[in-house]
């Protein structure tokens, strides 16, 4: 037991405080499986948004490597070539302990914006990776589902402060 005992956060159960991110990051890469007719990718990606909002709002309980094992389970789960995921999502914490380290604060605007251009990139990356050599797909393609997760992202972010709150409690 660390901390006093009226502290409501001394003492924290072990299976929820790993189990609620990482379950969270799963039940958000399983969206892609809702079943939606569409033209161009419309579902945001929820894992690859979770990650970034348990990221940006927890930094300490995530290491680089742990984008491993849940960009395996998304590109598992969402079809993907095996190991898309798990390169870009590696690559967007590993640029994200890099911006820790450059940015000395930041307010919930510089989170929007580096969530942006983290789903942007990811998504950018996971369609160069996915496309045939002969393929004339335009990245245009794109810009419904880029919109769609930048417009959630702030909503994600307070559904993961919700989420921590929750897994903090005693």
């Not at 690859?48 to 930094?59: C, I, S």
């Not at 590993?94 to 940015?103: E, F, G, P, S």
């Not at 604060?105 to 160069?128: F, H, K, Q």
Request: hydrophobic share 60%; glycine share 6%.
């Amino acid at each position: 037991m660390i901390g006093r005992p009226d502290n409501p956060y001394a003492v924290k159960p072990p299976f929820r405080t790993i189990a609620v991110p990482v379950g969270s990051i799963l039940l958000g890469s399983t969206m892609g499986l809702v079943p939606i007719i569409a033209t161009e990718p419309i579902v945001p990606p929820f894992g690859l948004m979770l990650l970034l909002a348990w990221r940006l709002l927890r930094p300490e309980i995530w290491a680089a490597w742990a984008a491993l094992p849940l960009g395996l389970a998304d590109d598992l789960i969402s079809g993907h070539y095996l190991g898309t995921s798990m390169m870009l999502w590696t690559v967007a914490l590993l640029v994200l302990d890099w911006v820790d380290h450059v940015l000395v604060w930041r307010d919930w605007w510089m989170e929007w914006l580096i969530a942006a251009v983290a789903i942007t990139a990811i998504d950018m990356g996971s369609w160069a990776v996915s496309q045939p050599l002969e393929s004339r797909t335009s990245i245009t393609t794109l810009l419904p589902q880029l919109i769609a997760a930048i417009l959630l992202f702030p909503i994600v972010l307070r559904l993961t402060a919700l989420l921590d709150r929750w897994r903090l409690k005693r």
